[in-house]
């Protein structure tokens, strides 16, 4: 038997899944994975997160982008 918390909480997210499904589709979908596929990722992006790092100096060097990322494994997953 579940208690009247546990219930309340359910019947909330259940209530809620439509908005939060349509904003976690709005925050993983860009132009760039509409084409390319979910998780997809620019290479630019990957530079200019490390360059941020370098700047505030929590990373002692930047490494190339082709040796720490890859899209090989994405599978394409494609969305509209």
């Not at 997160?49 to 997953?77: C, H, S, W």
Request: neutral net charge; contains cysteine.
């Amino acid at each position: 038997m579940y208690s009247r918390g546990a219930v309340d909480v359910y019947l909330l997210l259940k209530a809620a899944t439509p908005c939060l499904t349509q904003s976690l589709h709005w925050l993983s979908v860009s132009a760039d994975t509409k084409t390319s596929g979910l998780m997809w990722m620019q290479p630019r992006i990957w530079e200019a997160t490390m360059a941020f790092y370098f700047d505030y100096k929590q990373v002692t060097r930047v490494l190339p982008v082709d040796e720490i990322m890859t899209n090989a494994f994405n599978p394409g997953l494609v969305v509209n």
